[in-house]
Structure formats: structure tokens, C-alpha cells
């Protein structure tokens, strides 16, 4: 599942021109395919997460699998942009994957005394496998590309073939989880969570296409924001909420969702502007690495890589370090490799160091919040928790995606001629700084928000010989 969550993620950014061609728009418009993904996903993966929790998590893993594997089919067969971009929208649906898996291997080992570290040493595999798959999706689409010359058809078929084998494997080799929460889907709830996200990246959306001066932008914005106060009054008021919202606010929870949030700005936001500053050319404009096409793939790759082992260490590194340390330094480091690019950006060389330190928290992250949030939550709460973290996760790369294409809107003004021309197309230096400099605050703020989690949270407990189950919750936040 995680190899062909990697492989959806890492398989279309390299023909995103070629799927431009194919569909006879224009580059800019293929800002809309994220836009509208992320919607969906942040829409989607609440209501799914509690329908896990509900009625059984790997059969809500073969729903919204289905569901991907259906929509990938009509991105092949689509023939027209607008049924393109229907398709890919809902894509989106996989995005609630992981916080399921994790779910699902949280339910199994939940009552051993090391739970906890299984959780943890699973969500690294399972990321790793997702960090290998958009490798080896990056890699085989630029492949076929060439091989299939003419035939995009053919080339988008390898993940919707991915995805239906997905379904197979769940179906016939992942059992149940135990444990169900009581209710029902908070229908009231999900229309005012719809409304209030719709309004949010509708906004954004206007801002990065006229500019910060649009102010009925601002207006949908603000609007959207309004409306998370009677849905909090409704998830309060309610005993089987969409969002648990006295869930959230507990001591070891609030920080691991302020995290993801954060987080979201520099993973999900930050490597559009990273490939556009390095095939800015330094001659021209003054700054920029002047790479080719196929030379920003080296930078994507050792970003990933280093994902990889990022994700891969984390387990390793909290048999040393508390699961709460781990998350700081992880954090910090994701800080710290941006904010190395404020006075180093002037080589190949010092961009791949500055790639790599954010990349290895970037990935211990990435494998650590959902098994974070599953610690901290009760077990009927688990794919909630989980799923939450990619929801905020999502709305934090959203807002950063609109924020970084403002910060980017400046044009620099050459001299006349050619070089005029290519400069109108460039962004300012200042932007790309500006970029840098918010990614690496918020990684350092999410630090210092982990710090305040309670010493011990996310560990397994010590056991106890007087301890009986009846003094030890399932239901126990932490």
C-alpha cells in the first residue's frame, strides 16, 4: 500500500509537462490539480478516519482504495481537462492510507508491552516503503515517458494498475482491527468542517492567482475561519464528534497536530520553489543553481533518500532518545536544514547539504507523527488521531503553497531583449529567502511546541505487578 501511496506521489511531477501537452493547457493550470487534491483530502480524511473508528479500519481501507483505484482509471481515460481534473481531485482519497495502516498495526499490538515501539518501528517501514516508492515512481515515469512516446496513456496506467493490486492485498492478506467506537458520522459536523475548508483554499487559491491585493480573498479566508467556531461549539456539544475536540486538547496531543500543521509547510509547500530557484540561471538573474531539467532529479532524489533514512532511523533512534526527544530533533533539523539556506544557496554542493539535514527530519517526521498521535489517543480514537495529523498536515501546505506563490509574485525587471524577457518569468531572490526563512521558523516552532508534551509521553508504560486491566484503560490518553 505505502509502496504505491510513494509511487502516486513521486510517479506524475515528471510528466507533469507531457499531461499539460496531452491535455492541450497551459503549465500554470496544472497548479490546479494540487489545489484541488489537497481539498479533497482534507476533507476526506477526517470523515473516513471516524468511519474507521467505526466500522472497522481495514474495511475503510478498502473503500477509499476503490476509490483511488477508480479515480486513477478515469485520470488514464479522461478526455478533457475538466474530467482530469474530477479524476485526480479524488486521488486525493489515498491520503488517508497511512493513518489507517497505522491504525490497523496499533489495534494488533496495542496490549504487548512494547506497543508502542512496534507502532513506531512499523510507521518507519511503512514510510520507507512510501519514500522508495516515489523514487521508483520519479524514476519508471521518465522511463516510460520516453519509451511510450505519444502514448501518455499508456504511461499513466502503471499506478491505477498499482492501486487495484492494492485492493487484493488488502482484501485478502490484512485482518480486522478489535475495538470500535460507538455512534455515528457527525453529518452536521462535516458540512460546517466542508464549508469552512472550501472557504479557506477557495480564498488561497484567489490570493496565489490575483495576487494578496484581491481582497475578496481575504474576505473568503476570514469567512472560513469563522466558520471553525460553531464547529467547535458542535464537536463539544456532541458524544461521538467528527473531531474530538477534548481530545485534541490534551497535553500530548495538541502538540503532535500544531506539529503537522507546521510541518506541512515546508514538506508539502517549500519543493516547487525549490525546483524553480535551481533551474534559475545565475548569469541572468544573479542567483539560482542554472541546472537542467535532469539535474533538479538529483536534488529530489537526495531529498528523498535522505527521507528515507530519516524514516528508517527513527525507531532506532528512540531506543536511545525518549519518542519525545526523537520528535524535537527531528523537528529542529527540518528547521535548521532551511534555514541553512538563507546564507548558503549559491552551489549544487551546499543545496544538497541543506536538502539532506531538512530531509532526514523531514522523514523521521513523517513516520513519527501518526504513531505519535496513535500513542496518545484512546484506541476507539486511533485512525481519528492519525488521520487528523495528514488533515492538518494538509491544511498547513495549503496555506504555505498560497503564502510562497505571493512571496514569489515580484518580478525581477532585466535589461531589454531576451534577457528581459526570461527575467519577467523569474522570481525575485528575496522571495526565494522569504520561502526559506518561514519554512525554517516553523520547523523550529514546532520544536519548542514538542518540548512542552509530558516527559514520558508516546512510550510504552513500565510495567506493574499490582497492575490489573481494570486499572489501565483502553481508553487512556496516554
Known amino acids: 500500500m505505502e509502496l504505491t501511496s510513494g509511487i502516486l506521489q513521486g510517479y506524475y511531477t515528471p510528466i507533469l509537462t507531457d499531461i499539460a501537452r496531452h491535455l492541450g493547457i497551459h503549465d500554470g493550470d496544472v497548479n490546479w490539480f494540487e489545489a484541488a ?4 483530502s482534507a476533507l476526506a480524511v477526517p470523515v473516513l478516519a471516524k468511519l474507521g473508528d467505526l466500522y472497522g ?3 475503510i481501507l478498502l473503500v477509499s482504495t476503490a476509490l483511488t483505484a477508480a479515480a486513477s482509471w478515469g485520470v488514464v481515460l479522461a478526455p ?10 479524488l486521488q486525493g482519497f489515498y491520503v488517508v492510507w497511512l493513518p489507517l495502516e497505522i491504525a490497523l498495526v496499533f489495534s494488533r499490538v ?3 508491552p512494547d506497543g508502542a515501539a512496534r507502532t513506531r518501528r512499523a510507521a518507519g517501514i511503512l514510510v520507507g ?9 520519479a524514476l519508471a515515469a521518465g522511463a516510460l515517458v520516453e519509451v511510450f512516446a505519444g502514448q501518455l496513456q499508456l504511461v499513466l496506467m502503471l499506478p491505477a494498475l498499482a492501486v487495484t493490486a492494492c485492493w487484493f492485498a488488502i482484501r485478502f492478506g490484512v485482518p480486522e482491527s478489535t475495538g470500535r467506537a460507538s455512534g455515528r458520522v457527525d453529518t452536521g459536523g462535516f458540512a460546517l468542517l466542508a464549508v469552512g475548508l472550501l472557504l479557506i483554499t477557495s480564498g488561497l487559491t484567489f490570493m496565489r492567482l490575483n495576487g494578496p491585493g484581491a481582497w475578496w480573498a481575504w474576505v473568503l479566508v476570514a469567512a472560513g475561519l469563522l466558520v471553525f467556531i460553531p464547529f467547535v461549539r458542535v464537536q463539544l456539544r456532541r458524544e461521538d464528534p467528527l473531531v ?17 500543521g507546521l510541518f ?9 520553489p525549490l525546483s524553480t530557484f535551481a533551474r534559475t540561471d545565475p548569469a541572468l538573474h544573479g542567483y539560482g543553481l542554472g541546472l537542467r531539467a535532469g539535474q533538479v532529479s538529483i536534488i529530489i532524489g537526495v531529498y528523498v533518500l535522505a527521507l528515507l533514512v530519516g524514516a528508517l532511523l527513527y525507531p532506532v533512534v528512540t531506543r536511545r532518545l525518549t519518542p519525545r526527544w526523537t520528535l524535537v530533533g527531528a523537528a529542529a533539523l527540518v528547521g535548521v536544514g532551511y534555514l541553512l539556506f538563507l546564507p548558503l544557496h ?5 543545496a544538497l547539504v541543506n536538502m539532506a539535514v531538512a530531509g532526514v527530519g523531514s522523514g523521521a517526521l513523517v513516520a513519527a507523527l501518526p504513531s505519535a498521535a496513535a500513542a496518545a489517543a484512546p484506541l476507539n480514537r486511533t485512525a481519528m488521531a492519525t488521520g487528523l495529523t495528514n488533515t492538518t498536515k494538509t491544511i498547513g501546505g495549503a496555506f504555505a503553497s498560497a503564502v510562497f506563490g505571493i512571496a514569489l509574485l515580484s518580478h525581477v525587471l532585466g535589461d531589454a531583449g531576451a534577457a528581459a524577457d526570461a527575467a519577467q518569468t523569474a522570481a525575485p531572490l528575496a522571495g526565494y529567502l522569504t520561502v526559506w526563512a518561514i519554512c525554517g521558523v516553523t520547523g523550529l516552532a514546532a520544536a519548542a511546541a514538542l518540548v512542552l508534551v509530558p516527559r514520558l509521553a508516546f512510550s510504552d508504560p513500565a510495567p506493574a505487578a499490582t497492575e490489573t486491566p481494570a486499572t489501565t484503560p483502553a481508553s487512556a490518553p496516554n
Open 37 to 40: 487534491q489537497l481539498t479533497v
Open 57 to 59: 479500519h481495514r474495511r
Open 80 to 89: 478533457d481537462f475538466w474530467t482530469f481534473l474530477a479524476a485526480w481531485s
Open 110 to 112: 496495542h496490549g504487548l
Open 129 to 137: 516503503a512510501l519514500e522508495f516508492g516515489v523514487i521508483a515512481g
Open 244 to 260: 474530538d475536540i477534548r481530545m485534541l486538547r490534551s497535553k500530548s496531543m495538541w502538540p503532535v497536530q500544531l506539529t503537522a
Open 264 to 272: 506541512g509547510v515546508s514538506v508539502l509547500g517549500a519543493q516547487a
Open 346 to 350: 549559491g552551489s549544487l554542493a551546499e
